[in-house]
């Protein structure tokens, strides 16, 4: 991946969008915590400032080491840590790549490293729906056993209509991002040279 002006772009929003997303974990951990504590305060017979302080340490145990590992493998160039090049392209001409490679089109010669680098992430989605789909369904069908779905208390059929909702979202997804992944793949037999 060259430094290019879209290359630079893309490094620059993925940086915004993962600051923006530790701010807002940062802000809402505290919040669910200190809702979560007047909840059950009952139970917990503790102080709710030692409390908050802990979740809020939560934040600085696992998220801010991610967020600065990812970052510092962007830097050392490492292909994984590397934002979707598509990050630095906007509007119209956007949806031009993702239609062409969608319809197995070429792309006009500008947007060729761009193209190629969105194909290539589309044809890799396939591994990661072909393993998570699968356990997701299980894990689904294990919540609604440990549920017990034929129950007739309106929170467990609540939780149970959810969760088969969610399952029936991820199969549609997969089946989505399958095909998305096939014509990626033919996108870069026919058009990368």
Do not use: K
Request: with cysteine.
């Amino acid at each position: 991946m060259g430094d290019t002006e879209v290359t630079d772009l893309a490094r620059r929003r993925q940086t915004r969008l993962l600051a923006g997303g530790l701010a807002l974990y940062a802000v809402l951990l505290p919040i669910g915590c200190g809702i979560g504590f007047l909840w059950i305060d009952e139970e917990l017979d503790g102080d709710f400032w030692l409390f908050l302080l802990l979740m809020a340490g939560l934040l600085a145990v696992h998220i801010v080491p991610a967020v600065v590992f990812v970052l510092w493998r962007r830097r050392r160039g490492v292909r994984w840590a590397q934002p979707p090049l598509l990050m630095g392209v906007y509007g119209a001409r956007r949806a031009s790549v993702i239609h062409s490679i969608r319809a197995g089109q070429p792309v006009e010669a500008r947007d060729q490293e761009v193209a190629i680098d969105v194909a290539h992430r589309m044809a890799a989605r396939r591994h990661i729906v072909v393993w998570f789909v699968p356990v997701y369904v299980l894990i689904g069908i294990a919540l609604l056993v440990v549920l017990g779905w034929a129950s007739a208390s309106i929170p467990v059929l609540i939780a149970s209509i959810t969760v088969l909702f969610s399952m029936a979202v991820m199969l549609v997804s997969s089946r989505l991002a399958l095909r998305n992944a096939d014509r990626g793949r033919v996108w870069l037999e026919q058009h990368s040279s």
